[in-house]
């Protein structure tokens, strides 16, 4: 028994920023410059009052329109993301009710971030592969405008907002290979969310002062750009070497890396340090901006739509970043 991704569907936030909007608040960065120094020409904001649960709550709603499989087939939904509706309850049990699922279901939280698809992906093989459930419904929905300073340039020109569904079942052969995981949680303070939860909540002096951008009540998110471009070096490629040797497989078995769409430079040196040629590289952060865990799902459900993951395919997976956490697979087709 072995286990497959069925179906995918993602859903960007409706708020299209381009280099020239971008431009005008920052006068000081020309579109040229912008793409440049980025690699993003278009990135999306949610509108008002929009958080991750429901970019991915209208994912799925476009999964199940889109498909044939119904609400009442839902054995396991998992949510992943990094924006919970509250503290608690699970923001999984707030999408199972709204989205019509019925009550004799597992639902869980999983917030993982960047290395969320994979995350994610590994945990629904383990519930459908040891016989818990037959499938389980993925959503994943980050928002990482809503906690970006908004004169914070480098976040506003990189990250999307976004949400995606993916279907997960049983089968007979095995589309999912082994994973590989990994974390190093010295990495925390480079890439995290300030003034968010329990920790260091947003009390009135911090609300106070951020006043003249609304307080961000939320958070704000930092980012220590040098050191997650030494570890995303570093770690990806000792990652996908794990990868191809748990799987038993060689670096010319596989046919397409598709790898977190962290940023353009990240990206072009990993291809470089593995010597990925071209056409096995797949590239979708330029109209689409960092979506966080749904990068992954986005850009294979693009490469399918351009015929480049075909039956026989052999597509290595690897999420990285905020954890510092990393993990993958390789999708045989």
Known sequence: ?????????????SLKVTNKDLSFAFPNYSEDEIYKKIGVKTRFNTEKNIIGSDLAFLAAEDLFNNSDYKKADVQFLLFCTEGLDYIAPMTACILQDKLGLNNN????DLPAGCSGFTNALGMAKAIVESGQSDNVLLLFG?????????????????????????????????????????????????????????????NADWLEENADVGGMPRG?????????????LKEVPLLVN??????????????????????????????????????????????????????????????????????????LVAGFGIGFSWSGTVLKY
């Open 1 to 13: 028994m072995g286990c497959t991704i069925k179906h995918i569907e993602y859903h960007l936030s």
């Open 105 to 108: 279901i597992g639902a869980l």
């Open 142 to 202: 980050d928002t990482p405008g809503l906690v970006s300073h908004p004169n914070d340039f480098p976040l506003r020109a990189l990250f999307s907002d976004a949400g995606a569904a993916v279907w997960v079942e049983k089968t007979d052969s095995n589309q999912l290979g082994n994973f590989v995981y990994g974390v190093d949680g010295s990495g925390a303070k480079h890439l995290f969310v300030d003034h968010s939860c329990l920790r260091n909540p947003p």
């Open 220 to 232: 704000q998110m930092k980012m220590n750009g040098l050191e997650v471009f030494s570890f995303s």
């Open 242 to 315: 794990a990868i191809l040797e748990k799987n038993k497989l060689n670096f010319e078995d596989i046919d397409l890396f598709v790898f977190h769409q962290a940023s353009n430079i990240i990206l072009k040196s990993i291809q470089k340090k593995l010597k990925v040629s071209d056409e096995k590289m797949a590239y979708y952060i330029e109209d689409n901006g960092n979506t966080v865990s749904v990068s992954i799902p986005l850009a294979l459900k693009k490469a399918e739509r351009e015929g480049r993951i075909k039956i026989g395919s052999k597509v």
